[in-house]
Antibody, heavy 119, light 112 residues
Framework: EVQLVESGGGLVKPGGSLRLSCAAS????????MSWVRQAPGKGLEWVGR??????????DYAAPVKGRFTISRDDSENTLYLQMNSLRSEDTAVYYC??????????WGQGTLVTVSS | EIVMTQTPLSSPVTLGQPASISCRSS???????????LNWLHQRPGQPPRLLIY???NRFSGVPDRFSGSGAGTDFTLKISRVEAEDVGIYYC?????????FGQGTKVEIK
């Protein structure tokens, strides 16, 4: 069974940093393209960024609102995806989901971790 | 990037009655490989989204056949033939034809 478990969320002050993790199991993580998608309270879904598998080039792409502040990485030996978030703003407050891509779909989603940016 | 527009944004329905959601894209979703990567997600309250329909009309594993998708080009529709209580939540269309993938605003389905 595929499982994606996010962790690392919490309350952080504006300008602060946070690192989210997504532990994956039930599939060959090293072959997977993985994304982060966020959802602000009461709002819709917003793509944050994506990392390709290393075998496919390992390209990392970011949405414009987070480019230069957020960094996606992966540790295939630990089956874990990361999202390093710096210079956090109030508008980054959201539930952050990791999602596995397959065949042009987000086929699996984690339960999400809540990030609250507030003074 | 491609803009996805859903209507209506809210849909109160009676149990056992049909429901329909429209999704329009700002440009054609036909990929150069000939496929149209228009998918639908369902998010129940307090839950993560889950894949419902992919490539316009294909039900994902475990999705009941009361859900169906149709459309072409820039106009797409999700239909629920007979709404059940477990169908409440927010439905999102998402295009995966052009990167970055983009979502519709979501349509909230609730029971009258």
């Amino acid at each position: 069974e595929v499982q994606l478990v996010e962790s690392g969320g919490g309350l952080v002050k504006p300008g602060g940093s946070l690192r989210l993790s997504c532990a994956a199991s039930g599939f060959t993580f090293s072959n997977a393209w993985m994304s982060w998608v966020r959802q602000a309270p009461g709002k819709g879904l917003e793509w944050v960024g994506r990392i390709q598998s290393k075998i496919d080039g390992g390209t990392i792409d970011y949405a414009a609102p987070v480019k230069g502040r957020f960094t996606i990485s992966r540790d295939d030996s630990e089956n874990t995806l990361y999202l390093q978030m710096n210079s956090l703003r109030s508008e980054d407050t959201a539930v952050y989901y990791c999602a596995r891509e397959n065949d042009w779909n987000y086929v699996n989603w984690g339960q999400g971790t809540l990030v609250t940016v507030s003074s | 990037e491609i803009v996805m527009t859903q209507t209506p944004l809210s849909s109160p329905v009676t149990l056992g009655q049909p429901a329909s959601i429209s999704c329009r894209s700002s440009q054609s979703l036909v990929h150069s490989d000939g496929n149209t990567y228009l998918n639908w997600l369902h998010q129940r309250p307090g839950q993560p989204p889950r894949l419902l329909i992919y490539k316009i009309s294909n039900r994902f594993s475990g999705v009941p056949d009361r859900f169906s998708g149709s459309g072409a080009g820039t106009d797409f529709t999700l239909k629920i033939s007979r709404v059940e209580a477990e169908d409440v939540g927010i439905y999102y269309c998402i295009q995966a034809t052009q990167f970055p993938w983009t979502f519709g605003q979501g349509t909230k389905v609730e029971i009258k």
